[in-house]
Protein backbone atom coordinates (compact mmCIF):
# COMPACT_ATOMS: atom_id res chain seq x y z
CA UNK A 1 0.00 0.00 0.00
CA UNK A 2 2.19 2.42 -1.26
CA UNK A 3 0.00 5.52 -1.18
CA UNK A 4 -0.07 5.28 2.57
CA UNK A 5 3.79 6.71 2.25
CA UNK A 6 4.44 10.30 2.00
CA UNK A 7 7.56 11.88 0.98
CA UNK A 8 8.88 15.71 0.93
CA UNK A 9 9.34 17.69 -2.10
CA UNK A 10 11.58 20.54 -1.60
CA UNK A 11 10.23 23.97 -2.61
CA UNK A 12 12.97 25.93 -4.54
CA UNK A 13 11.22 29.63 -3.44
CA UNK A 14 10.57 28.76 0.22
CA UNK A 15 13.56 26.51 1.80
CA UNK A 16 11.85 25.99 5.06
CA UNK A 17 8.57 24.63 3.43
CA UNK A 18 8.14 20.90 1.64
CA UNK A 19 4.98 19.82 -0.24
CA UNK A 20 3.91 15.96 0.90
CA UNK A 21 3.74 13.82 -1.76
CA UNK A 22 2.32 10.10 -2.16
CA UNK A 23 3.92 7.53 -3.41
CA UNK A 24 1.06 5.69 -6.32
CA UNK A 25 0.20 1.83 -5.84
CA UNK A 26 -1.13 -0.41 -3.92
CA UNK A 27 0.30 -4.09 -4.55
CA UNK A 28 -0.40 -5.76 -1.01
CA UNK A 29 -2.75 -8.39 -3.25
CA UNK A 30 0.08 -10.70 -4.23
CA UNK A 31 1.89 -10.92 -1.21
CA UNK A 32 -1.04 -11.01 0.51
CA UNK A 33 -2.30 -14.09 -1.20
CA UNK A 34 1.73 -15.72 -0.56
CA UNK A 35 1.25 -15.43 2.82
CA UNK A 36 -2.39 -16.86 2.86
CA UNK A 37 -1.58 -19.76 0.31
CA UNK A 38 1.60 -20.14 3.06
CA UNK A 39 -0.87 -20.63 6.08
CA UNK A 40 -3.41 -22.80 4.10
CA UNK A 41 -0.60 -24.65 3.08
CA UNK A 42 0.91 -25.15 6.62
CA UNK A 43 -2.79 -25.84 8.29
CA UNK A 44 -3.07 -28.68 5.41
CA UNK A 45 0.25 -30.42 6.52
CA UNK A 46 -0.45 -30.21 10.12
CA UNK A 47 -3.95 -31.95 9.23
CA UNK A 48 -2.32 -34.54 6.75
CA UNK A 49 -0.18 -35.17 9.49
CA UNK A 50 -2.35 -35.93 11.69
CA UNK A 51 -3.96 -38.31 9.50
CA UNK A 52 -0.78 -39.89 8.17
CA UNK A 53 0.26 -40.99 12.09
CA UNK A 54 -3.36 -41.10 14.06
CA UNK A 55 -5.73 -42.86 11.31
CA UNK A 56 -2.95 -44.54 9.38
CA UNK A 57 -5.65 -47.77 9.00
CA UNK A 58 -7.91 -45.68 7.69
CA UNK A 59 -5.92 -44.08 5.21
CA UNK A 60 -4.56 -47.21 4.13
CA UNK A 61 -7.79 -48.99 3.76
CA UNK A 62 -9.62 -45.94 1.38
CA UNK A 63 -8.63 -45.95 -1.66
CA UNK A 64 -10.11 -42.74 -2.59
CA UNK A 65 -8.17 -41.23 0.00
CA UNK A 66 -4.64 -41.24 -0.94
CA UNK A 67 -5.78 -39.68 -4.37
CA UNK A 68 -7.24 -36.85 -2.87
CA UNK A 69 -4.85 -36.39 -0.87
CA UNK A 70 -2.61 -36.41 -3.96
CA UNK A 71 -4.82 -34.17 -6.02
CA UNK A 72 -4.41 -31.35 -2.64
CA UNK A 73 -1.10 -31.74 -3.27
CA UNK A 74 -0.76 -31.00 -6.29
CA UNK A 75 -2.75 -28.33 -6.23
CA UNK A 76 -1.16 -26.42 -3.67
CA UNK A 77 1.98 -26.65 -5.39
CA UNK A 78 0.36 -25.33 -8.21
CA UNK A 79 -0.66 -22.05 -6.88
CA UNK A 80 2.69 -21.57 -4.50
CA UNK A 81 4.02 -21.38 -8.23
CA UNK A 82 1.59 -18.84 -9.21
CA UNK A 83 1.79 -17.10 -6.02
CA UNK A 84 5.42 -16.38 -6.34
CA UNK A 85 5.33 -15.63 -9.82
CA UNK A 86 2.70 -12.93 -8.61
CA UNK A 87 5.12 -11.82 -5.48
CA UNK A 88 7.73 -11.32 -8.01
CA UNK A 89 5.80 -9.26 -10.34
CA UNK A 90 4.38 -7.17 -7.15
CA UNK A 91 8.18 -6.55 -5.74
CA UNK A 92 8.60 -5.75 -9.55
CA UNK A 93 5.81 -2.89 -9.61
CA UNK A 94 7.26 -2.06 -6.47
CA UNK A 95 10.78 -1.19 -7.43
CA UNK A 96 9.41 0.60 -10.55
CA UNK A 97 7.25 2.77 -8.62
CA UNK A 98 9.86 3.48 -6.03
CA UNK A 99 12.43 4.30 -8.51
CA UNK A 100 14.34 7.92 -8.01
CA UNK A 101 13.64 8.50 -11.42
CA UNK A 102 9.86 7.78 -11.07
CA UNK A 103 9.55 9.87 -7.95
CA UNK A 104 11.67 13.01 -9.04
CA UNK A 105 9.16 12.76 -12.61
CA UNK A 106 6.71 12.73 -10.23
CA UNK A 107 7.85 16.40 -8.72
CA UNK A 108 7.08 19.81 -10.29
CA UNK A 109 9.66 21.53 -9.53
CA UNK A 110 11.78 19.15 -11.35
CA UNK A 111 9.82 19.80 -14.44
CA UNK A 112 11.15 23.27 -14.87
CA UNK A 113 14.13 23.69 -17.55
CA UNK A 114 16.70 25.38 -15.45
CA UNK A 115 16.28 22.82 -12.51
CA UNK A 116 18.31 19.76 -12.17
CA UNK A 117 17.71 16.88 -9.95
CA UNK A 118 19.43 14.47 -8.66
CA UNK A 119 18.03 11.31 -6.41
CA UNK A 120 21.12 10.70 -5.01
CA UNK A 121 22.13 6.83 -4.69
CA UNK A 122 19.97 4.24 -5.68
CA UNK A 123 18.04 2.01 -2.73
CA UNK A 124 19.23 -1.49 -2.13
CA UNK A 125 16.78 -4.16 -3.29
CA UNK A 126 18.61 -7.19 -2.52
CA UNK A 127 16.56 -8.43 0.67
CA UNK A 128 13.19 -7.70 -1.16
CA UNK A 129 14.98 -9.91 -3.89
CA UNK A 130 15.84 -12.70 -1.80
CA UNK A 131 12.37 -12.88 -0.31
CA UNK A 132 11.02 -13.68 -3.45
CA UNK A 133 13.93 -16.50 -4.46
CA UNK A 134 13.32 -18.35 -1.39
Given at each position: ?????????????????????????????????????G??????????????????????????????????????????????A????G????????????????????????????????????????????
Amino acid sequence: RLYQTSYAMPICGDESEARILHLVGDFSAPAEFFVTLGVFSFLYSMAALVLYLRFHSLYTENTKLPFTDFCVTVCFAFFWLVAAAAWGKGLSDVKAATRPSTLIAGMGVCQDKDVVCSAGTTPAMGLANISVVR
